[in-house]
T-cell receptor, first 110, second 113 residues
């Protein structure tokens, strides 16, 4: 059973469009992280959110942690081909395990 | 940021052989290291958590006798896939944690023929 479900699973858009990726769970996490992974490489951390309701911005990326710390969203404004990749949310259970979501594969066409 | 390395980056082996993958934290000491497995077009699945000097804790469904983990020092953890079979072919990623953050290695692509 996957604790963290991401939607959509796949997303193909044109350059300049906006998009939102969702990460949902029935579990409460002490923190939640978003990663981007390129083929054949390890995941790279984008952001960590800790407080329920927290919103963080990283250039064109906006991350939000749900009030109950069970869900999160990633919004990308004016997507670019360089944003192409696998986006993974990951929730921390307690102080130890980091559990990854099912992943969202994004393709941005020029 | 902190750097985690893995060796080898790619390995191809025959069915029935054992393969060892090394994970090193290059510029920090990691009391805890994690091993993940990622099948094509899927997410990362946690296999086990290892603490320096103690036995690894395996996730449900992961065979501890098949995936041997040794965390002998604060900068090195090894994963040995014993008697590898084609279904063990996967992308294996390690992660090392310092006090506050978890850092990921570049992964090792294992192909079992």
């Amino acid at each position: 059973t996957q604790l963290l479900e991401q939607s959509p699973q796949f997303l193909s858009i044109q350059e300049g469009e906006n998009l939102t990726v969702y990460c949902n769970s029935s579990s409460v996490f002490s923190s939640l992280q978003w990663y981007r992974q390129e083929p054949g490489e390890g995941p790279v951390l984008l952001v960590t959110v800790v407080t329920g309701g927290e919103v963080k911005k990283l250039k064109r990326l906006t991350f939000q942690f749900g009030d109950a710390r069970k869900d999160s969203s990633l919004h990308i404004t004016a997507a670019q081909p360089g944003d192409t990749g696998l986006y993974l949310c990951a929730g921390k259970l307690g102080t130890d395990k980091l559990i990854f979501g099912t992943g969202t594969r994004l393709q941005v066409f020029p | 940021g902190a750097v985690v390395s893995q060796h080898p980056s790619r390995v191809i082996c025959k069915s029935g052989t054992s393969v060892k993958i090394e994970c090193r934290s290059l510029d920090f000491q990691a009391t805890t290291m994690f091993w993940y497995r990622q099948f094509p077009k899927q997410s990362l699945m946690l296999m086990a958590t290892s603490n320096e000097g103690s036995k690894a804790t395996y996730e449900q469904g992961v065979e501890k006798d098949k995936f041997l983990i040794n965390h002998a020092s604060l900068t090195l953890s090894t994963l040995t896939v014993t008697s590898a079979h084609p279904e063990d072919s996967s992308f294996y990623i390690c992660s090392a944690r310092d006090t506050y953050e978890q850092f990921f290695g570049p992964g090792t692509r294992l192909t079992v023929l």
